[in-house]
């Protein structure tokens, strides 16, 4: 049989991890596609450092383009990450008629549409399982298995490095910096680790899954997005005692006229599945109206398990050469309708708030009266410490009640005059 030739765009973390298990399960591989899958060609502007490989037999380019102009292949799979040159290089493969896989959640979540339609026009196929939940099959688990119901929430931990830090952070008490450090030695953070913090690289993946799982559009810019860098260890002290862990959490459902999507540090109950999902562990949950609650766990980044994701879709076009796959989004296309996202003022869930205020007489009652004024209740209030002079943290878990009532609420509150910091606002998700 003729072999499937695979050319590689970046060998960074997840280009080595491909490279490798391209290597290491050659026969593994050629068994499972019925030919064999062949690493001719690999670019990436440092070729100098020694990843551990034997990429004797395999052509070499400091520059992709170069690749692309010279290289014979058959599938381009692009691990360089980001929006540039990523983007070009990748329609450029398009143009030549060979199939892409990536695991690029930037690229799919902002240039998707543009990407799959010149691919659709051109008959080849695009592929990105690992753009979501690293080594997790969650999509193909969207388009397939999942396809016969109606999606009626996804709701996960989508972004490795924060869930690592965070599980750090509670564990071991070890600092916000010093853990998104070893996050990084460990190869889970993206390039640019702000996009992990910020909670962006968690946006992408949650547009991605929820554009399939409800027939939209990719909507990146409709994801509110909040990151994790004002989550204190005395919120997550707090968060115990009441019952619950702090996770990053990815929420995504559908409502009449429009999609819920929003991406935020959330306390999740103690008994919740999502409440165990530990460092670099990633987990999903969909719920479909025939199947009801499903849950998707695995390793969510990192050289190997993304790599094991990627490897699948290479093995999905050895198997296929890109035709008669199920739709890249999971609907045919002109059944896919731009859908507009929920403004977060409509959204309606449960809060933690956290205050620092001066411990005098009468500040609470304030702060009640104002919650009272915006009809919200409260479930618990706890102030722990007394302090003469410095601020004190005051925590406070409301029952379900409207965004935009609580955010009213808030920034009257924020402006008493002896509450010392800007509240901090989570949401409660019981998963
Ligand atoms: N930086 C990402 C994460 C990598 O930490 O989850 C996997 O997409």
Do not use: W
């Not at 993206?190 to 399939?212: F, N, Q, R, T, Y």
């Not at 009441?242 to 929003?262: C, F, S, T, W």
Request: glycine letters at 8%.
């Amino acid at each position: 049989m003729n072999p499937l030739r695979v050319a590689i765009l970046g060998l960074g973390t997840i280009g080595t991890g491909v490279a490798r298990l391209l290597l290491e399960h050659k026969e593994l591989l050629a068994a499972r596609a019925g030919r064999p899958v062949k690493l001719v060609a690999a670019a990436d502007r440092d070729l100098s450092r020694d990843r551990g490989l034997d990429l004797s037999g395999v052509q070499l380019f400091d520059d992709a383009e170069k690749l692309l102009r010279e290289a014979e292949a058959d599938v381009v799979v692009e691990l360089i990450g980001g929006y540039e040159p990523a983007r070009s290089l990748v329609l450029a493969a398009i143009a030549q008629g060979r199939h892409v896989v990536t695991a690029n959640k930037a690229l799919i979540a902002k240039h998707g549409e543009e990407i799959l339609a010149v691919a659709a026009k051109k008959g080849v196929a695009v592929l990105f399982e690992a753009a979501v939940g690293g080594g997790i099959p969650i999509l193909k688990a969207l388009r397939e298995g999942l396809a016969a119901n109606r999606i009626t929430s996804v709701i996960g931990i989508l972004n490795g490095t924060c869930n690592f830090i965070l599980t750090r952070m509670e564990e071991t008490g070890e600092d916000f910096a010093s853990a998104l450090r070893e996050a990084q030695a460990r190869g889970y953070a993206e390039a640019d680790p702000s996009l992990d913090v910020d909670g962006v690289d968690a946006a992408h993946k949650l547009a991605i899954l929820a554009a399939m799982a409800f027939g939209a559009r990719l909507n990146f810019a409709g994801v509110h997005t909040e990151g994790i860098a004002r989550v204190t260890p005395i919120d997550m002290e707090h968060a115990r005692e009441l019952g619950y862990r702090i996770k990053l959490l990815a929420v995504a459902r559908p409502h009449k006229q429009a999609i819920e999507m929003r991406v935020h540090p959330a306390l999740v109950p103690l008994s919740s599945p999502l409440a165990e999902v530990r460092d670099s562990y990633n987990a999903v949950m969909v719920v479909g109206d025939f199947v009801e609650k499903t849950m998707f766990y695995g390793r969510g980044a990192g050289e190997r398990p993304t790599a094991s994701a990627v490897v699948a879709d290479i093995l999905d076009i050895a198997r296929t050469n890109g035709a008669g796959l199920a739709p890249p989004m999971g609907f045919v296309e002109s059944e896919r309708r731009a859908i507009p996202d929920l403004p977060m003022a409509d959204v309606e869930t449960e809060y933690y708030i956290r205050l620092m205020v001066r411990d005098k007489p009468g500040v609470i009652a304030a702060v009640t009266g104002i919650l009272g004024d915006h009809r919200i209740s409260l479930e618990a209030l706890v102030q722990k410490e007394r302090h003469a002079t410095r601020a004190v943290p005051v925590v406070m878990l409301t029952h379900t009640t409207r965004e935009g009532n609580l955010q009213a609420a808030v920034a009257r509150i924020a402006h008493l005059p002896d509450v010392v910091e800007e509240p901090l606002i989570l949401r409660v998700e019981r998963v």
